[in-house]
């Protein structure tokens, strides 16, 4: 019994003590939106849809992006992971099991779009709200395309 | 003593659930990148290799760490990227063990192969996001 019940203490401490995994979680919703829309999206060259599209991915993963649409240029980019300030608490709190269990949730970390000399690649923006990652990426015309046509809605 | 046993414990946790892919490649005849366009066949254990491909190296993936990120999935998708890097548009998995008691992470070993056919048309393992 008294295993048992030291067993189920144990793992409540497990479970309870880490900070980044109970603020962040082991994912993070990332919301990608292009322009213009309606891309066709391929996370680590798996067709997701088109964009806007919404994903709960994991954050001890990097991830390749790559965005198509006819008549303009393919965007690729990365999601790239990143340190996760609330792993901090840990420390703060005197969590020691937190600074164990956070990397193995994979919650000491957050995803953030690839970076050049500390700015984002250029055609993406980004902002992070409650955790969520929203990207946007301007996709450039295909200079070797040529328009030769366009479809009206009929009335 | 009771502080050996809590650091024992705690030993053994960090053992039991962590793990990290530790990359082990040996290329004998890298050919040129591959685009993004171009298509990479994932075959798994059960997937037959074509007739008349060219062995462009090996990879070998083991568990030696602090990663979790070593699902079959997440392993793939990196020796994809040693593949495109490399010119070979056939990954082949030719030893795989699961996850079991001694390791969480999957442990591969991998041929990189190039393909003169068409390599998105063979019968292979379609990738998923964890």
């Known amino acids: 019994m008294k295993i048992i019940l030291r067993t189920i203490l144990l793992s ?34 798996i067709e997701i849809g ?5 994903k709960n991915l994991k954050r001890n993963q990097e991830y390749q992006l790559v965005l198509k ?20 608490g ?13 990397p193995i949730t994979g919650a000491m970390h957050k995803l953030k779009p690839e970076e050049i000399d500390g700015n984002p690649k250029s055609g993406t923006t980004y902002k992070t709200e409650g955790g969520n990652l929203f990207i946007k990426i301007s996709l450039d015309i295909d200079p070797n395309s040529e328009k030769i046509g366009q479809l009206e809605k009929a009335e | 003593m009771k502080q050996m046993t ?10 039991l659930t962590s793990c990290s892919p530790k990359i082990t490649s040996n290329f004998t005849n890298s050919q040129p990148k591959l685009s993004i366009d ?30 979790t990120d070593c699902s079959f999935n997440s392993l793939m998708t990196q020796a994809r990227i040693e593949a495109r890097k490399n010119g070979a548009n056939i990954v082949k998995v030719v030893d795989k063990k699961t996850p079991d008691l001694w390791s969480s992470c999957y442990r ?11 390599a998105s048309s063979l019968p292979q393992y379609e990738l998923k996001l964890d």
């Open chain 1, 12 to 45: 409540s401490i497990l479970l309870t003590t880490s900070c980044a995994t109970i603020i962040s979680g082991s994912r993070q919703n990332v919301e990608i939106t292009s322009e213009p829309t309606s891309a066709k999206i391929y996370i680590n060259e």
């Open chain 1, 50 to 54: 088109n964009t806007p599209v919404q």
């Open chain 1, 69 to 88: 649409l006819d008549g303009y240029e393919t965007y690729e980019t990365k999601l790239e992971k990143k340190f996760n300030a609330w792993y901090i």
């Open chain 1, 90 to 102: 840990n420390i703060a709190f005197g969590g020691l099991i937190g600074i164990i269990i956070d």
């Open chain 2, 6 to 15: 809590k650091m024992l414990f705690f030993i053994t946790v960090i053992g």
């Open chain 2, 38 to 67: 171009e298509s990479i066949a994932l075959l798994d254990i059960e997937h037959k290799l074509p007739e008349s491909v060219t062995k462009i190296g090996d990879l070998r993936f083991q568990d030696s760490g602090f990663s």
């Open chain 2, 108 to 118: 591969l070993k991998i041929e990189l192969y190039k393909y003169d056919g068409d």
